[in-house]
């Protein structure tokens, strides 16, 4: 138990803090993206496609032919804002898409 | 203008109809190949219809997430409920006694409605996050439904209507015998906003109403180490390195 290393630890306050919305508070954030060669080996193009929004679109309509869950998601949810409190998440808060099973 | 209240009207119902059933056999139909139940969930079919129930009836996990949205869209929500059932007195004759027992009740129930629009609309206004994800149709269901309640209530507490001529005319919606509407800007208005809110029903966020029993993060039981869950099209996947 040599060189006990030092953390800063956060205060925690009974009460949760939401803190306002701010755009680009997320913008830092990127996905940890896997070399081309990877990529190709499991079926994806490994770069941009220059049609990425059409591309992405017929995924979509795809996955919701598949899942059934993603479906009544996204036809039902409310926007009721709930999960932007749900403490479990907090993902909007933190700028992340909602977790739709939060109401669903 | 009895003509074309009455046609928005049937056009309304069948679209209506035919859009609903169009997305609860799409829902039927798509599989749920992940077993995804909110945990804690039941571990038995009953205790299932036992969660649903306090869903449907309490909204219980909007209690859980959030006090206000829950209060508000309870209000909302049951007030329309008895208000639904109320209106049923202009549909039947004679008029069955417990809908006659509701028509006191109906008034405040009317309150109740507004009272929970008007919450959660100050809530999407005044909130900065729940602002932030507020879409214009969000705002448009609000004011549409808003609008229902205003022109409904106003009919029943202050500028009475001709309710004999509003029943003649409903009658004759249902017997496929239309009669004239009594002339009422009021009414007229209540009625096309009524038609409006149909119309959109099965394109909108309204679909929460049928899609709450399809959720499988609902309404599946959580016992995926005593039953095997293969459905659909992932039915084959890992069964043999699983």
């Given at each position: 138990m040599a060189d006990k290393k030092k953390f800063e630890v956060p205060v925690a306050h009974d009460l949760l803090e939401t803190p306002d919305v701010a755009e680009g508070v997320m913008a830092h954030s990127q996905p940890y993206i896997a070399k081309p060669e990877i990529q190709q080996t499991v079926g994806f193009p490994g770069e941009l496609v220059d049609n990425w929004q059409e591309v992405a679109v017929a995924k979509l309509g795809e996955l919701t032919g598949k899942y059934r869950g993603l479906q009544v998601y996204l036809d039902s949810c409310v926007k009721c804002g709930a999960c932007t409190d749900s403490r479990a998440t907090g993902s909007v808060a933190q700028g992340l898409p909602p977790p739709l099973h939060v109401c669903g | 203008m009895s003509t074309l209240i009455s046609t928005l009207i049937y056009l309304a119902a069948l679209i209506f109809v035919l859009g609903v059933s169009r997305k609860v056999w799409h829902y039927a139909r798509v599989p749920a190949p992940l077993k995804i139940p909110t945990t804690p969930a039941p571990t038995t079919r009953g205790g299932v219809v036992l969660r649903m129930l306090r869903e449907i009836i309490f909204f219980e996990s909007l209690f859980k997430a959030n006090k206000w949205t829950w209060l508000f869209g309870w209000l909302f929500h049951a007030g329309m409920l008895l208000?639904?059932?109320?209106?049923?007195?202009?549909?039947?004759?004679?008029?069955?006694?417990?809908?006659?027992?509701?028509?006191?009740?109906?008034?405040?129930?009317?309150?109740?409605?507004?009272?929970?629009?008007?919450?959660?609309?100050?809530?999407?206004?005044?909130?900065?996050?729940?602002?932030?994800?507020?879409?214009?149709?969000?705002?448009?269901?609000?004011?549409?439904?808003?609008?229902?309640?205003?022109?409904?209530?106003?009919?029943?507490?202050?500028?009475h209507t001709d309710i004999i001529g509003v029943k003649q005319f409903a009658l004759g919606l249902v017997r496929f015998e239309w009669q004239a509407l009594p002339s009422d800007v009021l009414l007229f208005l209540h009625l096309f906003l009524i038609a409006l809110l149909i119309l959109v029903f099965p394109f909108s966020k309204l679909l929460h109403a049928p899609g709450l029993l399809f959720s499988p993060s609902r309404n599946q039981v959580d016992n995926p180490r005593e039953h095997r869950h293969s459905v659909g099209w992932a039915a084959h996947r890992g069964r043999d390195n699983g």
């Open positions: - | 208000v639904l059932l109320a209106h049923l007195r202009y549909f039947t004759e004679p008029v069955w006694w417990w809908v006659a027992m509701l028509a006191p009740l109906s008034k405040y129930a009317g309150i109740a409605m507004g009272v929970g629009l008007l919450g959660l609309l100050a809530r999407r206004l005044l909130v900065d996050r729940v602002r932030y994800i507020s879409a214009p149709s969000d705002f448009l269901m609000l004011v549409l439904l808003l609008s229902i309640v205003a022109t409904g209530l106003s009919m029943r507490l202050f500028i």
